[in-house]
């Protein structure tokens, strides 16, 4: 191979990383889509995390991506959000523990009430191509409920508007098609300035790509270990049955 063909390869591979550089700043979602394209892994390709700055609420404020996949802007939410149990502002929370949510049935579930559990929350859509996950999620909850695991679903409309349904909807499609049984939750935003406290949580203890904390698209899966400590987040193309060794790992 000549001079210039090993000059023409390093200049493409150059530019296709800078233009993925520049696609996570201003859309993530077709960052995901983008990486997938190039064989990466949008969730997992990173450059070193960036010194970040925390708010009042504990929070660094990070892009705002409210209801549109391809928003990012940077600017600081103005509202209170509730952060943690206690419903006051305070340091960044130390677990999971600190947050409850309301299951599709109306249900204010303490997440302390998984204390000693191996959590793996992830954020769901109906109408998404990856929807067929939850099958792979209802395996996983089913081999391992036994041995301590809990698998958390938050349906999400802020992708492409993939989950539209209302909770009562949501519920049925699940159980009618993928006979879901672990724990699923209402509806919520995972990013922007309306995002359930939990996600500010788990995208501020786990970065995805390049370090931006927003969440690129339905499907992205954090695991909690028995402590309520974020131990890794997955892209939404890593499948659940690839998550198996690290799940044994921590049962």
């Given at each position: ?186 509806k919520i935003d995972v990013n922007g300035k ?58």
């Amino acid at each position: 191979m000549g001079f210039r063909q090993l000059s023409g390869i390093k200049y493409f591979s150059s530019v296709a990383m800078f233009t993925l550089i520049v696609l996570t700043l201003t859309s993530p979602a077709t960052w995901a889509q983008g990486a997938e394209g190039l064989g990466l892994d949008p969730e997992s390709q990173r450059l070193p995390k960036p010194i970040e700055v925390e708010s009042e609420t504990g929070y660094a404020d990070g892009p705002d991506e409210h209801s549109k996949p391809g928003d990012d802007s940077s600017s600081a939410s103005t509202d209170e959000p509730t952060i943690g149990k206690k419903g006051k502002k305070q340091i960044m929370s130390e677990s999971v523990y600190d947050f409850r949510a309301k299951s599709l049935d109306g249900q204010d579930i303490d997440l302390s009430s998984y204390k000693g559990d191996v959590m793996l929350i992830v954020n769901t859509a109906s109408e998404c191509g990856f929807t067929n996950q939850y099958k792979g999620l209802e395996e996983l909850h089913e081999k391992y409920k036994d041995r301590g695991l809990k698998v958390l679903g938050f349906p999400c409309n802020q992708f492409g508007g993939q989950e539209p349904g209302d909770n009562h909807q949501i519920a049925a499609f699940c159980q009618k098609n993928f006979g879901v049984n672990f724990q699923m939750f209402e509806k919520i935003d995972v990013n922007g300035k309306d995002a359930h406290p939990l996600y500010r949580y788990l995208t501020s203890a786990a970065p995805g790509a390049l370090g931006t904390k927003t969440i690129k698209w339905n499907f992205t899966k954090f695991l909690v270990d028995r402590q309520g400590k974020v131990l890794k987040r997955y892209a939404p193309t890593t499948k659940p049955e690839d998550l198996t060794a690290d799940i044994e790992k921590q049962l």
